[in-house]
C-alpha cells in the first residue's frame, strides 16, 4: 500500500494533515474537532510489559531477565504491532534486551538490514518456519551446542507466509518447526487450529528446547497465562480454533461461498495439515 505514491488527492488522510500542518490555527483546523475524542485517548502504558498501567503483567514476568545463550529475531509484520493485544512485548520483557530484537516490516533487503542478512546468512542460524523442508528442532537442538540465532515471524499465518516469501533472505537459515502436539494456551484470540500457536508461546517452546531448559518455556507462558485468565474474568470470551468449532458442529459463522475457503475448511476438520 504505501508504495502507491503520486495520487492527486484521493487519500483525504495525509492532505487534512497537510493543510492543518502549514495553515497553522486557520479555518481548515474546523473539521478537526469534530473527530471522535476517544481516538486520541491514551492510557497510561507500563514501561516494561506495554500493557496498559491498570493491567499492567509485571507481577507474573520474572524478577530479572532470564539468562539465555539464543538470541531471538523476531520480526513483525506490521499489522501485528498494533493489534491490543500482542503477546512479543510479554516475550521482550522476559529476555534481556540483546537477546530479543524485534524488527518491524513486511520486507527485508540486505541494504536497508545489514546485521539481519549477516545472521540470516550465520550457519548456526534457525528459522522458525514450518515449510515443507522444516526439521523438528529437537533434533536440531540434540546436535548444536554452540548458541545460536532463531528467527521467527509475527503475525497471522498468512503475513508470516507472505514475510517468508517475498524475503530471499528468509530462506537461508535451516528451516525448523515444533512438533504439533503443542497446543495452545492463548485462547483469547481464535486460531486456525488447535496448534497454532501464539509468538510468545512458539519462542517460549523453542528457546527452552534450545537451551535444553524446560523453566524456561513455565517462565515465559507465565503472563500469558496471566493475561488470558485476565481477559476471561472480564468478559473476554474464548475462542476456540476454527478447527474445534467445525468438529463440534460449533461454527456458527455462514459457510464460505468460495470453493478454495470450502475446501480449507473440509482439510481442517479432516485434521489435514494446511
Ligand atoms: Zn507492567
Known sequence: MEGRGGGSGADPGPATATASASGGEGEGCEGLWELPVERCERRPVCGRCSRPQKVCLCPFLPVHPLKVSTCLYIIQHPAEESRVLRTV?????????????????????????????????????????????ATNLEEVAVMSSSPSVMIIIDGTWSQAKDIFYKNSLFRLPKQVQLKPSISS??????????????????????????????SIQEIILHPLQALCS???????????????????????KPMPKNKRKLRRMELLVNNVKI
Open 185 to 214: 494456551q492463548y485462547v483469547i484470540r481464535t486460531q486456525p487450529t488447535n496448534t497454532c500457536l501464539s509468538t510468545l508461546e512458539c519462542a517460549a517452546v523453542a528457546l527452552s528446547i534450545m537451551e535444553k531448559n524446560k
Open 230 to 252: 485476565f481477559q476471561l474474568q472480564h468478559g473476554a470470551q474464548i475462542h476456540h480454533s476454527k478447527e474445534h468449532l467445525l468438529k463440534n458442529g460449533l461454527y456458527d
Open 89 to 133: 512485548p510479554l516475550l521482550a520483557a522476559c529476555l534481556p534486551p540483546d537477546k530479543c530484537k524485534i524488527l518491524v516490516g513486511r520486507r527485508f533487503n540486505e541494504d536497508r538490514y545489514p546485521e539481519l542478512a549477516t545472521v540470516c546468512r550465520n550457519p548456526n542460524t534457525l528459522i522458525l518456519y514450518p515449510g515443507a523442508e
